[in-house]
Every structure is written in structure tokens, then in C-alpha cells.
């Protein structure tokens, strides 16, 4: 059954080089590295060690407090390097891939729900499973209320799914059809994705949803299908993950190769790569860059990514790898009074509205204007399209006041859902880091 | 460009801590950020930002009070003029005004700031710009005849106890301004009401001439009370009328009413339901024969749209949540006729009724957030039966 979700609050952004439709290929070579916080609310125990000899789909690293949810290598080859960071946190496992790639294979004749949590749990791929509340990888032992995906995204630059599905179309199903053994999957499209991805969610409850950004968050399509209560709790996917699982059951292997956008206007030519995860950036970036200092280089894209740099690996949920210029060189005289025609606003004190929605913007990394206690009311709210009063939740974090959190609906949210908030605060208040805090907090105490 | 960026970086280490000058590291701090934009980037979250921020925000409130400004410099020297029967030209009428008002805008600045750069040195926080407003608003809305000395006292209690204490522009509880002005009414009401108040009596620099201390002159509002009404309409509405400096003007701020409507810093839930509220008030009163005012009249004399356009709007003390904003208008606007019609003492009830309704914002709030409170409980409820 397909139903229709018209959003009408969020704000869509176009910026500066937006990836052509169009592919190459990354040849498996280097190191590659596994980073620990990409599955946020997992305590990391290695399982290997330095110069150990490893297959792609054997683990690097167990959870702690779970051991059989682990974290698999992409490629083959020998471990070169367990970093750690202060107080022996592990940061990385680097492996060197080596020139043939070989695979752990698995058997796939899974049919009940167990046996296709075994199977994920065995070969890595439970990890990328993210629960909420809390916004953390999922414990297998919980039984959630859904599964929910979805297809699309409408962050600047981000990844479009229909492209990366091409040729894949099967897998989506199979991966898709296994998640419904586990749960009800519940799939979010955009419109122009209705006639051509519908027809491979049978398994699923489609839900079109129109609307600007964040309409493609995960958490948009709970909160006006689903809302999470307390004590329940639903799992959460990236689409491209749900390939990686049709993958391993129709070929038996680990095939954790994403088609990503590598965009921004710092890159010459901004395009799709093929690539494993935890691939050197450094690669990733060969001879497509306009400059190298003062630019910023993030592992996703510039709302919701992480800084990174041109030493990084790319983040094991990435779906993009964005270049903007960093604007730390710009000296800008009185830029709170002058009409600053190519910045972007939507404040109507800027001209940004009558340059029309086409316009393609090139913004940089600068805060341009300081920290302030919340001035405007109602600011966030225009871009959280959900039946949450943001600003009171903000204060009920900021404030630490576990019972009005829970009151005001943080189960129901993710960091990720107030980045537009975050772009648009005249008060310049770091939202996802706040929202992270007090779901991390919430999840201490509770 | 490169010249004010070399000064600053050649001064910044004297500021700095162990410098010479580092009890004004806010001072310099404060001025860097309104010369350059700050080049600073940002750790986490969002790589990048919309161009609006707090300065560019409070700079739109300050130039939308322009018209209203100008327009009181003008005025002031019109009635100055008209009651010292003068003849003069505009600019002479102007210049006038300008050298009436431009004391008390100086004088406002220089306190309140002086106490925001303190606070700010102090908490090692920046400088936050709520003030540029407050210090302009200030002047506005008391009668000229204020004393300077006055208006600083009142500035200093109201800044320090109605904002800083609280914890600064964003978190304060009642409007600034308006305290400060309470503050005067109440301490010092007979140099802020009555006659004697709204037409400035010396000659400044050798334009207008002294007037005898015993003339007097009532705002139209006040002479509802005692008979009829001298100004016409015509003059209501331009603004040609004693008054405070710049509530006088309709027209003057309905200027700035459209640029804080167009730029949304203004809720115009807020701004229309006030409206709403004081007119439907009015009507009634005028119906039952309380008023001899039209209901129009009442929105157009005295504080009514000054207070409605630059003073219910302040975000920061009006109510948060959307449907609230209507509620909040709506009360706004009915308080203030019903302070003016009911009360026999004082003409106007304008900044009573938005301090009344700052001190009811969080109540109203609360209200619809709680809505949204139970109906998550009861969903949860519903679900886990």
C-alpha cells in the first residue's frame, strides 16, 4: 500500500557542485580504516591484532557489552594499525588492502527472523542497524516496533539513491524481504521516486513523502506514521545499508561498496565513486581538487557530516564526501548591514528570496555571527517538520530536565533532524550537539 | 580592508589576557565583531550557516525605528514652534528636534552599554546586541521634557534588574524599555504625565525661543478625559501632535512596521492581534457609551501602535508558541483600551498591558505546550495498553 505525506515546513538548499550522474571506480589499494565512533553508542573491544591477516567480512572489532555485534572489515589483507586515542580509546583499525581481495563467505539459506539476525550479527552488517530512541546502534536483543528506511535525502549535495540503486534493483528486495522477517519495514520515497522504486517494496509500507528538507530523515517519516512512545523502539536504516544486506544473501558475501557523491565546490569534478568504506580520502580526492588550504573536507554532507581531512578515511555512513571552502581567508567589513547578494539566507533582510529557489549557492564554513541566548521564537520550529515544540525541547536539554525531555518528545528525534534548524538559528546554538548531549544523557540516567 | 584588519591584529595582544588593556578585551572584542565579520568557523555540527545572525537582526529593528525617530525630531520642533509661535522652516523645526532629542539617544547609549560591556567583561561572554534596540526605543517613548539624569537612572535600573539579572537579551522576563519607563512613571510620574511634559520649552543653540514655565499642553488622549478632542484626524494619523517623541506618527511607523513584518523579525500574529483586540475593545466601549472615541481613534492615539509594532513583537518577552502569539496580542490590545477607558487617573495603558502580558507570556505558553504534552502521554498510553 502506498500513502502520500505532504510536508510543508524544512528549507532545500542548493549549493555548489552537485555530483553528475555519472561513475568510476575506485580500485581496492592503501589503507583503509574502520572508525569505532561511525556506530555511535557502541564500546569497541578489538578482536585482531597488528599484522594479523584478515579476510573483507572477518571482524576488527566487537561491542563490549554485546560480543556477538560486531564490525567487519571491508577488504582483505593484514591489520597495520590499532590506533588509539587518550585514556586507550580505540579511534581506527587500519588494514593495508592487499593486491588480491578475497572474502569470508557466508551461507545464506536464512529464513525465520533469528536466523536472519545470526546472519547480520554474524557478518557485520547488524552494526549498521540504528535503534531510537537514543540514536545508537541497535541492541539485538530488543524487538523492535518497525524497521524504517528511506530512499531519498534532501541535504545540499547528498546522495541519490536511484542512481546508486541501478543495476541493484535486487538486492534492495532481498534486503528488504529479510528486514520484514525481523519487523514491519516501513520505506520513505520521494515523489519521482514513486514509479520506479515502489514496485520493489512489496514487503514494505511505502509512504511518498513531498516536502523540503529534512523530509528525507528517518525520523520525519516516524513521526507522522509511527511516533516512537517511551518504552518502545524502532530500528532505523540507511537505504544503500539495505543493499549491503541483499548483497550478502544473494552472493554470500560482504560487499560493503557504496556509490558515492563526491561533491562540493571545491572539487573539480564532482561526480559518483564506487568505493568500499573506510577508503583513504586522500584517493577518494586524487587530482580533483581546485586547492588544497583552506578548504574542508567532511565525510557527508555539509549539514549533517564530520570535519575531516585529506588524511581521513571515509566514514562507514557516508553516502558523500563534500569539499566546500572553509572561509577562515574571507575578511568581510560590516557583513551584518550589507546586502551580501551570493551568501544565503532566509531572512528576508538578505536578498536571497528574489534569487529564486534555483539558485546555486557557494557557502563556506564560517559561523557568521556569534553565539547568543534563543532571540527569535518559533525559528526552529519552521524547520522541524514534526509535532515537536523544538525550541522547548532545546531548553529542556540545555537545561538537563530529564522528565520534559522525555515530555517533549526527544525519543522521537536524532541529531541529524535539527541540522536545518541548526543552518537557519540566528542564534548560532550547536542544536545536534545539544540534542546529542541530552539523548546521551537521557540514556545514562534512564 | 587590510588596514582595519592590521589594526585590529596589531592591537589584539594588548587586550588579550596578560595584556595592558585586558579589562577591555570586551570593549575590543565588541568592535572587531561589528567591523569584520568574525572569520571563525564551526568544530561541530553544521559546516555551514545562514548569513543571519543577531546583529544583523537587532540592526533591522533599529533602522525600522528610523522613520519614527526623524519623524519625533521633526515634531518636536513643530510644537516647540507652534507654541512659542514661531515661524520655521522644516529643517529649522528639524534641527530643532535633532538637538533635543540627540542628547538623550547619546546619553541612553552611553549607559546602557557601558553597563552591557561591563556584564560582558565580567561573565567573559560578547557583547550581545539586544541593547541597540532598548537604548534607541528608550527615548522614544518617554515625553521630551524628561530629565537626562532621570532617563539614565531608569536605564541603569532597568538594564541591570529587568535584563542582566536574568541572564541577558534572550532571557529576560519583561520588556526593557518598558520597564524603564515604568520605572520613571512610577518614581517620577509628574515628569512623565500631565501637562507639562510633551513640548519642549528652551531655546536650543538659538533655535526656538524659552517659554514661560506655566504653559502646558495635554496630549489629545489626555483631553478625552476633560472635553473634546482639539487635533484633527488628519493630524492623529501624520503625527503632528504632542506625545512621546516617536509614538506620535502612525504613518512613521507603519514604515517600520512593514520592514519588520517583510523581514518576519516581527510576528505579525502578534502585531494584527493586538490591533484586533484594542479595536474590538474599543468598539464595545464606544457601543456602551464609555468612550466618546471611535474605535479607530483608540488605535491611533497615544502609545497604541508604537507599543503594538515595537514593543508586543520583542521576541524575546512575548509569548513563544505560535497560537500563543494570537492570545497574547489579543489581551495586549484589549488591556491597553481597557486601562485608558477605565481608568480615571491615567490616559494611557499601553505599556501596562504588554508589561502585564510579558509577566502572562509563559502562561500562555505553557498552555499550548503542554497540549502538546498530554497528547504524547496519552498516545503512550493508548499504545502500551
Known sequence: MIRHIKLKKGLDL????????????????????????????????????????????????????????????????????????????????????????????????????????????????????????????????????????????????????????????????????????????????????????????????????????????????????????????????????????????????????????????????????????????????????????????????????????????????????????????????????????????????????????????????????????????????????????????????????????????????????????????????ELQRIVRQGLDLLRKEG | MNFIKKTFDKARPAFNEGGKLKSLRSVFEGFESFLLVPNATSQSGVSIHDAIDSKRIMSMVVIALMPAMLFGMYNIGYQHYMAAGLQGGLMEMFSYGLLALLPKIVVSYVVGLGIEFVVAQYKHEEIQEGYLVTGLIVPLILPINCPLWMMAVAIAFAVIFAKEIFGGTGMNIFNVALIARAFLFFSYSSKMTGDDVWVAKESILGLGKDLPDSFTCATPLAEVGSGNVTASLNDIIVGLIPGSVGETSVVAIALGAVLLLWTGIASWKTMLSVFVGGGLTAALFHATGSTPLEWYEHLVLGGFCFGAVFMATDPVTSARTEGGKYIYGLLIGVIAVLVRVLNPGYPEGMMLAILFMNLFAPLIDYCFVQRNISHRTKRAKANNR
Open chain 1, 14 to 429: 542548493r549549493l555548489k557542485g552537485q555530483a553528475a550522474l555519472s561513475f568510476s571506480t575506485l580500485p581496492v589499494e592503501g589503507t583503509y580504516s574502520v572508525m569505532p565512533d561511525d556506530f555511535y553508542g557502541f564500546k569497541p573491544r578489538p578482536v585482531v591484532k597488528e599484522g594479523d591477516s584478515i579476510k573483507a567480512g572477518e571482524p576488527l572489532f566487537v561491542s563490549k557489552d554485546c560480543p556477538e555485534l560486531k564490525v567487519v572489515s571491508p577488504v582483505s589483507g593484514h591489520v597495520s594499525a590499532i590506533v588509539r586515542g587518550e585514556r586507550r580509546r580505540l579511534l581506527s583499525i587500519n588494514v593495508e588492502a592487499s593486491a588480491q581481495q578475497e572474502h569470508k563467505s557466508f551461507s545464506c539459506s536464512a529464513a525465520t527472523a533469528d536466523d536472519i539476525k545470526s546472519l547480520l550479527l554474524e557478518a557485520g552488517l547488524f552494526a549498521f542497524i540504528r535503534q531510537r530512541p537514543f540514536d545508537i546502534v541497535a541492541n539485538p536483543q530488543d524487538t523492535p516496533k518497525g524497521i524504517f528506511v528511506t530512499a531519498f535525502s534532501k541535504m545540499p549535495l547528498a546522495q541519490d539513491f536511484s542512481f546508486a540503486l541501478k543495476s541493484e534493483e535486487e538486492h534492495l528486495k532481498a534486503g528488504i524481504k529479510a528486514l520484514s522477517t525481523i519487523a514491519k519495514v516501513s520505506v520513505g520515497i520521494s515523489p519521482e521516486q514513486e514509479e520506479t522504486l515502489a514496485p520493489l517494496l512489496d514487503d514494505a509500507d511505502v509512504y511518498v513523502i513531498s516536502g523540503p528538507n529534512p523530509a528525507g530523515n528517518v525520523g520525519v517519516l516516524i513521526n507522522h506514521t509511527d511516533p516512537i512512545n517511551k518504552g518502545e523502539v524502532v530500528w532505523t536504516l540507511g537505504a544503500e545499508e539495505v543493499l549491503f544486506i541483499g548483497r550478502l544473501l544473494k552472493e554470500g558475501k560482504v560487499d560493503l561498496t557504496r556509490t558515492l557523491a563526491v561533491a562540493g565546490a571545491e572539487v573539480k569534478k564532482p561526480a559518483y565513486v564506487k568505493t568500499l568504506i573506510g577508503a583513504p580520502i586522500s584517493a577518494l580526492l586524487k587530482d580533483n581538487l581546485h586547492r588544497t588550504e583552506h578548504i574542508r573536507i567532511i565525510n557527508g554532507n555539509p549539514l549533517v557530516g564530520i570535519k575531516t581531512d585529506i588524511n581521513g578515511h571515509l566514514s562507514a555512513r557516508a553516502t558523500e564526501l563534500t569539499v566546500i571552502p572553509e572561509g577562515d581567508d574571507r575578511d568581510e567589513i560590516l557583513g551584518w548591514i550589507m546586502p551580501r547578494l551570493n551568501d544565503f539566507s532566509t531572512n528576508r533582510s538578505y536578498f536571497s528570496w528574489l534569487q529564486g529557489r534555483k539558485k546555486i549557492y557557494n557557502l563556506d564554513a564560517r559561523i557568521k555571527g556569534g553565539e547568543r541566548h534563543i532571540i527569535m521564537s518559533g525559528e526552529y520550529d519552521r524547520y522541524l517538520p514534526m509535532d515537536i515544540y523544538a525550541g522547548y525541547l532545546i531548553k529542556a536539554i540545555l537545561t538537563a530536565d530529564l522528565d520534559r525531555m522525555e515530555a517533549l518528545g526527544i525519543y522521537e528525534v536524532a541529531p541529524e533532524d535539527f541540522a536545518v534548524a541548526e543552518f537557519a538559528d540566528s542564534s548560532k546554538l
